[in-house]
């Protein structure tokens, strides 16, 4: 089993920034493609960003120029850097990870219990 944890969210005012961390742990798995989502009150739960494997990145249009995502496959540990933050970017943000564990059982999505951002206006 794979389990995450993040880390780094808190209270901010707008233009701020933060730094979340992902950290994976387990055994018997690899880890592919890994990425950030969040939930705001009343709203379905959005991509935010996503890496690959190969390094290959994705940023939700509302984001893109202001956060960035990068991982550190030694140490296991997916990144969110947040600048320039808005009321608009408050939220729960998930740590997700695409696992493979073995051929009997294949790849699957792991999922943080999520830490609070929130951005005061």
């Known amino acids: 089993q794979v389990q995450l944890v993040e880390s780094g969210g808190g209270l901010v005012q707008a233009g701020g920034s933060l730094r979340l961390s992902c950290l994976a742990s387990?055994?018997?798995?690899?880890?592919?493609?890994m990425g950030w989502y969040r939930q705001a009150p009343g709203k379905q739960r959005e991509l935010v960003a996503r890496?690959?494997?190969?390094?290959?990145?994705n940023y939700a249009d509302s984001v893109k120029g202001r956060f960035t995502i990068s991982r550190d496959n030694d140490k296991n540990t997916l990144y969110l850097q947040m600048n320039s933050l808005k009321f608009e970017d408050t939220a729960v943000y998930y740590c997700n990870a695409d696992a493979y564990l073995g051929w009997r059982i294949g790849s699957k999505d792991y999922w943080g219990q999520g830490t609070q951002v929130t951005v005061s206006s």
């Open positions: 890496i690959t494997g190969g390094g290959s990145t």
């Open positions: 387990g055994s018997g798995f690899s880890i592919n493609a």
